[in-house]
């Protein structure tokens, strides 16, 4: 079993552009008019990490991988 | 009720597609997870000239902010390449021309669902038969268009296209506040390893002494600080003083679109369908085109619809020509950034010749052809590594 980093995202921070949906190979974030999820469909890539232009998503710990 | 359309979308591609359609009787409904249209605007909102919206669109000074009057390109503060370009195009205020769409489909009967959020297609024994909405109830519709933008959900439950790689996703930022440089109405680029490697930062003027000024980085680089670095080290140093608040982010596709834009009674247009300009990370002008020629196809399918062939045409018409300009715009983007900051120059040099008479874009456009091949002659080396991407 991998132990990989899991993310979140800041709410405080987040300006719900959708770009980490973009790049998200497993459709796991949902992006609302105010909100922004990260759901348990992720696998823990960390594109979102790396692409969100205001670094809004945040390494969360580690644990267990889908 | 079961629509003819449900549009998940409503940006241009899907406002002015659910706009076309409801003119024609279509009984149309649009879907938007963002509480307002057209806010926030995540655009540099420069776009094409009037002649060339007026192909789509009844031109409107309400939704107009101003005329380009050219273009400059800076490099590195060591070189400046500058050219008034009549005809060069607009800067909108995309707010009020979304908005302006939106009423202009309500008034044709289109049902517009804000605040709400597609979580995924309702499928039927062979077709699709609508999509799902976040708070359980299901929008029925013989025909699906995705127009959600970079994300494209709905194209990728259909199996159209696929998630944007960290490599095909232009990251950019952008800044919108009251100033006065550069006021000159030319849009100005800058680029170079000293103030953006792998990006370029645009500084637009708006109407009323607003300027937008953005940076985006072709790609995600593990080396690279991420864009809004770049634009904060340049506002810090090109207009100090200026409190330039929260910033708008947004991610264009760099993709080439899919050859196939349909399946079965599902389409996507702008940038869900990656038709966008890799070079330039443009896309309005593209996204009516594009939204134009799938409501015309998705007419001719019937209403209902009695065959879901013209799709097939709609894929094959923007395969023909769009997608070609497409992948060779990819293969200058790729040029442009395996160039040196001393190539760039020399390029910039050969474009000033290339384009030192007089580039009129409010006439019928003519290239200087012996120049542009002398041009590409001097950077075959550098083109000829990407030309692979023409046969993808």
Redesign the interface.
Same mark, same amino acid.
Do not use: E, K, M, Y
């Given at each position: 079993m991998h132990e990989r980093t899991r993310y979140a995202i800041d709410q405080s921070r987040c300006?719900f552009?959708?770009?980490c949906?973009?790049? $998200? =190979?497993s459709?796991a974030i949902?992006?609302?008019?105010?909100r922004s999820d990260i759901t348990d469909r992720c696998s823990r890539c960390g594109?979102c990490f790396?692409? $969100? =232009?205001?670094?809004a998503v945040e390494e969360a710990g580690e644990g267990a991988a889908a | 009720m079961k629509y003819d359309a449900v549009i998940v979308g409503a940006s241009i591609a899907g406002l002015y597609a659910g706009m076309k359609l409801a003119q024609n009787n279509w009984r149309v409904c649009i879907v938007d997870r963002r509480a307002h249209i057209g806010m926030p605007v995540r655009c540099g909102e420069a776009t094409g000239n009037r002649a060339e919206l007026a192909r789509f669109v009844t031109l409107d000074e309400s939704w107009i902010a101003r005329e380009v009057r050219g273009l400059t390109v800076h490099l590195n503060d060591t070189h400046t390449f500058t050219r008034e370009i009549p005809g060069a195009g607009l800067v909108l205020r995309r707010d009020r021309f979304e908005r302006q769409l939106a009423h202009a489909a309500q008034r044709n009967g289109a049902q517009i669902i804000l605040n709400t959020l597609a979580i995924g297609l309702e499928r039927g024994n062979r077709t699709v038969q609508g999509i799902m909405l976040e708070n359980g109830s299901v929008v029925e519709a013989s025909v699906v268009v995705g127009a959600d933008g970079a994300e494209s959900n709905v194209g990728q439950w259909a199996g159209i296209t696929k998630p944007l790689t960290l490599q095909e996703a232009f990251s950019s930022v952008q800044y919108t506040f009251e100033s006065d440089f550069p006021s000159d109405g030319f849009l100005h680029f800058y680029v170079g390893s000293r103030i953006i490697p792998k990006g370029y930062i645009w500084a637009f003027p708006k109407a009323d002494h607003t300027i937008s000024v953005g940076a985006g980085l072709f790609g995600t680089h593990h080396a690279l600080p991420k864009a809004r670095h770049f634009l904060d080290a340049f506002v810090s140093s090109k207009l100090p003083g200026t409190a330039p608040g929260a910033p708008i982010t947004g991610c264009v596709p760099l993709a080439v679109c899919p050859t196939l834009l349909a399946r079965q009674n599902v389409v996507v247009v702008g940038d869900a369908a990656r038709q966008c300009n890799p070079l330039t990370a443009g896309g309005i002008m593209n996204a009516l085109e594009a939204a134009d020629l799938a409501a015309n196809r998705l007419l001719q399918c019937g209403r209902p619809p009695k065959t879901l062939k013209p799709l097939g045409r709609y894929s094959c018409g923007w395969a023909r020509k769009p997608r070609r300009e497409q992948k060779l715009f990819l293969v200058l983007q790729k040029a442009f950034l395996s160039l040196s900051d001393a190539e760039i120059a020399r390029a910039i040099a050969t474009a000033s010749t290339v384009f030192a008479g007089r580039l009129d874009r409010s006439r019928p456009f003519t290239f200087p052809l012996l120049k542009s091949v002398r041009m590409f002659i001097a950077f075959l080396p550098r083109v000829a590594r990407h030309l692979g991407v023409l046969f993808e």
């Open positions: 300006t552009c959708g770009g949906a973009s790049v $998200c =190979p459709q949902l992006i609302h008019d105010h594109n790396r692409f $969100c =232009p205001v670094d | -």
